[in-house]
C-alpha cells in the first residue's frame, strides 16, 4: 500500500460549486490532471476522503482499481481518437484528430504537454516514463513469481509461514 511516498500535490480540500460532495470521477479527474501516476492519484484521493489508517488499509485496493481502470480509460480515448479508422465506422478524422490535438499527456517529470504541441524530445519522453512504468511492472511480476515458486517448493502458504519455520 502506498502512504509513505511524498505527494507531490498540496492536498487542499476539493471544492465544488454546490454543496454536493465530490464524485470520485471528479476526484480522478482533478488528480489526473497532474500526473498519470495511479498510486498518486489513488494516495491523494483516500487523502482527499479522510480515510482512517484501517479504512485506507481496507480501500487501497478498490481504489486503487478504480483510479486504474479510469486511467486506462482515458488512454484507451485517446488511443482511438488517434487510429480513427474503424471498421463499421464513418469517422470524421479531421475532427477526431482535432479534438485529439487538445489534449494532453504527461512527461512523467510532473510537466504536461498538448499532442499537438509535443517534439520528437516530448514523445520520446513519454515512452521512456512508460517503458519505466512496464520495467517496473515486469520487475514485480518476476517478485511475485519467485515467492510462488518458494512457496510451491516448500509447501508453505505464506512467507509468513516460512519466517516462522525458519526460526
Known amino acids: 500500500m502506498h502512504t509513505d511516498q511524498p505527494s507531490i500535490w ?7 460549486a454546490t454543496n454536493e460532495p465530490p464524485t470520485f470521477h471528479q476526484l480522478f479527474t482533478t488528480y489526473a490532471e497532474q500526473t498519470d501516476d495511479v498510486v498518486q492519484i489513488a494516495d491523494a484521493i483516500c487523502t482527499q476522503l ?11 485496493n478498490v ?3 478504480a483510479c486504474r481502470n479510469m486511467e486506462r480509460s482515458r488512454v484507451r480515448r485517446v488511443e482511438q481518437v488517434a487510429s480513427p479508422q474503424r471498421a463499421g465506422r464513418q469517422v470524421d478524422p479531421t475532427a477526431e484528430r482535432a479534438q485529439l490535438m487538445e489534449q494532453t499527456f504527461s512527461l512523467g517529470d510532473g510537466r504536461r504537454v498538448l499532442w499537438g504541441e509535443a517534439t520528437i524530445a516530448d514523445h520520446e519522453a513519454r515512452i521512456d516514463f512508460l517503458s519505466k512504468k512496464r520495467d517496473g511492472l515486469d520487475d514485480t511480476i ?9 512457496l510451491r517448493a516448500t509447501g508453505a502458504s505464506c512467507l509468513n509461514e516460512l519466517l516462522e519455520r525458519a526460526q
Not at 10 to 16: E, G, R, T, V
Not at 142 to 150: A, C, I, T
Request: proline fraction near 7%; aromatic fraction near 6%; charge should be positive.
Open 142 to 150: 518476476q517478485r511475485h513469481r519467485g515467492v510462488v515458486e518458494q
Open 10 to 16: 498540496n492536498h487542499q480540500p476539493f471544492q465544488m
Open 50 to 60: 479522510r480515510l482512517t489508517p484501517m479504512q485506507r488499509s481496507i480501500l487501497w
Open 63 to 65: 481504489i486503487l482499481d
